[in-house]
C-alpha cells in the first residue's frame, strides 16, 4: 500500500478541482473525495482534509466505523506516524470496541434534560407570580426535583467523555462546564431545600423572595453557559 508523508498528504486536501481527497487517521490514509460531508475538503466548518486528523477525529462524535464506508489509499510513513494520544485500560477497550455508543452518545442524550427543567423551573416560577396560581409553583418544584436526578447523570456521562475523547486534557470549554455544573447542582439543591422550608415563598413578597428568583434565574444563566461552551466543543466559531 502506497506510503504518504505529510507533505504529500497536503497536497491533497480537496482545494484543486478534480484532484482526490484524502486525510489521515490513525496512521492510515483514506480517500473521502466521494463523501457529501468532505465537499471541498471540508468537513463540518472544523476539519480540513490533507492533514492527519487522527487527535480531531478522536473528539468526534462517531468512531472509526465511519471510516468503512470510503477507502482506505495508503498509510503514513513510519517516521510521521503521530504518537499515541492516550491509552485506556483494556477492559474499557474492549467494552467500548463492543459498543462504540458509549463512547459518545450518552452525555448528549443526558444533557438536555438539565436544560429543558432548568428553565422549566423558571418559567412556570415566573407563570405563578404572574398569575397567582400556586398550581405552576408546584409544577416547578417538580421541575426542580427533575433537574437533580438528571444533572448527576449528565455530569458523569460528561466526565466518561472528557476521559474517553479528550484524554482528561484540562480544555479550558470544557473547564468552564465543570465548574459551572457545580454550581447549577449546589444551587439547585439550594433552592429545594429554600422551597421545602418555605412552601409559600412565591406568595410572600419581601427580600426573600426576592432572593430566590434571583437564585432561579442565576439556574437558567448557567445552563446557558454549560450550553454554549458544550456547543462549541462541537461546532467552534468560524474564525475570521
Same mark, same amino acid.
Given at each position: 500500500m502506497k506510503e504518504f508523508d505529510l507533505d504529500e498528504l497536503a497536497s491533497f486536501n480537496g482545494q484543486e478541482p478534480g484532484k482526490p481527497v484524502y486525510l489521515a487517521r490513525d496512521g492510515n490514509v483514506y480517500d473521502v473525495s466521494g463523501s457529501k460531508l468532505w465537499k471541498g475538503g471540508n468537513h463540518m466548518r472544523r476539519?480540513?482534509?490533507?492533514?492527519? #486528523?487522527?487527535?480531531? $477525529? !478522536?473528539?468526534? =462524535?462517531?468512531?472509526?466505523?465511519?471510516?468503512?464506508?470510503?477507502?482506505?489509499?495508503?498509510?503514513?510513513?513510519?517516521?510521521?506516524?503521530?504518537?499515541?494520544?492516550?491509552?485506556?485500560?483494556?477492559? #474499557?477497550?474492549?467494552? $467500548? !470496541?463492543?459498543? =462504540?455508543?458509549?463512547?459518545?452518545?450518552?452525555?448528549?442524550m443526558l444533557v438536555h434534560y438539565p436544560i429543558v427543567f432548568t428553565f422549566s423551573v423558571l418559567g412556570f416560577t415566573l407563570l405563578a407570580l404572574v398569575t397567582g396560581n400556586p398550581g405552576f409553583g408546584t409544577t416547578a418544584l417538580h421541575c426542580l426535583v427533575a433537574l437533580l436526578l438528571f444533572l448527576p447523570l449528565a455530569m458523569a456521562t460528561g466526565f466518561s467523555t472528557w476521559w474517553i475523547n479528550y484524554q482528561a486534557r484540562p480544555i479550558r470549554p470544557v473547564m468552564i462546564k465543570f465548574w459551572c455544573s457545580l454550581l447549577l447542582l449546589m444551587g439547585a439543591t439550594v433552592l429545594l431545600i429554600w422551597r421545602l422550608q418555605v412552601p409559600e415563598i412565591l406568595s410572600q413578597p419581601g427580600p426573600a423572595r426576592l432572593g430566590y428568583l434571583f437564585l432561579v434565574g442565576s439556574l437558567a444563566v448557567l445552563v446557558s453557559v454549560i450550553g454554549w461552551f458544550g456547543a462549541m466543543l462541537t461546532f467552534p466559531l468560524e474564525k475570521k
Open positions: 476539519h480540513q482534509a490533507g492533514n492527519d #486528523l487522527s487527535a480531531e $477525529l !478522536a473528539a468526534a =462524535p462517531h468512531g472509526v466505523e465511519v471510516f468503512e464506508r470510503v477507502t482506505q489509499v495508503g498509510v503514513i510513513k513510519a517516521r510521521s506516524a503521530p504518537a499515541p494520544i492516550a491509552t485506556l485500560p483494556p477492559w #474499557l477497550e474492549g467494552l $467500548l !470496541a463492543r459498543v =462504540p455508543f458509549l463512547a459518545r452518545h450518552p452525555h448528549p
